[in-house]
């Protein structure tokens, strides 16, 4: 079956930089999208990657290996702002833009 | 442009009842789909469209029904209301595969 991983909760400090991880089974999924939740709100699309490497986007960026079935999303100069929920997503390959969720990663950006 | 439009956004409904819940989009996307979030849990697919009269089953559409007549309109009809469907309903559109899904604000639906 299908499985996601990422760690529960994380904490850092204004400015500085951090990496949260994800791993998933290698089959069964098209592409990896991260999406950021703040509470109480919808999820909005951050960054989507398909093959192997690195993608920038300003402050954030999204790896992906997929032989390794293991991705990241780095936001650098956080800002209080960024506390949120990060949540990795496996796009499922039925075609349809089906969208297979970990559990999340709240960050916790303090001064 | 409004995007993805969920009505209502708070919803308390009594064991056995009925209701449906609204998903309206203006962006012509012809995928569709919704989503329920629970405490500790990823997001969960429910029922998706790939275009106007075509659904088909997410991974947990027991206690569901969805129906896609227009481009525009998905609605989700809880049929028999049960305590476990408590939980947010998100309602999203996309394009097209791979691409970004653009999510409505959520239905916070409680069931006593």
């Known amino acids: 079956g299908q499985n996601i991983d990422q760690p529960t909760e994380m904490t850092a400090t204004e400015g500085a930089i951090v990496q949260i991880n994800c791993t998933y089974q290698?089959?069964?999924?098209?592409?990896l999208f991260w999406y950021q939740q703040h509470a109480g709100e919808a999820p909005t699309f951050l960054s989507y990657?398909?093959?192997?490497g690195l993608e920038e986007k300003g402050r954030f960026s999204s790896f992906l290996s997929r032989s390794k079935g293991y991705s990241y999303l780095l936001l650098k100069e956080l800002q209080m702002k960024d506390s949120a929920s990060y949540l990795c997503?496996?796009?499922?390959?039925?075609?349809?833009?089906?969208?297979?969720f970990g559990t999340g990663t709240r960050l916790t950006v303090i001064p | 442009n409004a995007g993805v439009t969920q009505t209502p956004k708070f919803q308390v409904l009594k064991t056995g009842q009925s209701m449906t819940l609204q998903c309206a989009q203006d962006?012509?996307?012809?995928?569709m789909s919704w989503y329920r979030q629970d405490p500790g849990m990823g997001l969960r697919l429910i029922h998706y469209?790939?275009?106007?009269?075509?659904?088909d089953q997410g991974e947990v559409p027991n206690g569901y029904n969805v129906s896609r007549s227009t481009t525009e309109d998905f609605p989700l009809r809880l049929l028999s209301a049960a305590p476990s469907q408590t939980s947010v309903y998100f309602c999203a559109s996309s394009y097209t595969g791979n691409t970004e899904a653009f999510f409505g604000q959520g239905t916070r639906l409680t069931v006593v």
């Open positions: 997503a496996g796009e499922t390959e039925t075609g349809a833009n089906n969208l297979f």
């Open positions: 962006m012509n996307h012809e995928y």
């Open positions: 290698t089959s069964g999924f098209n592409g």
């Open positions: 469209s790939v275009g106007a009269g075509i659904t």
């Open positions: 990657n398909v093959l192997d």
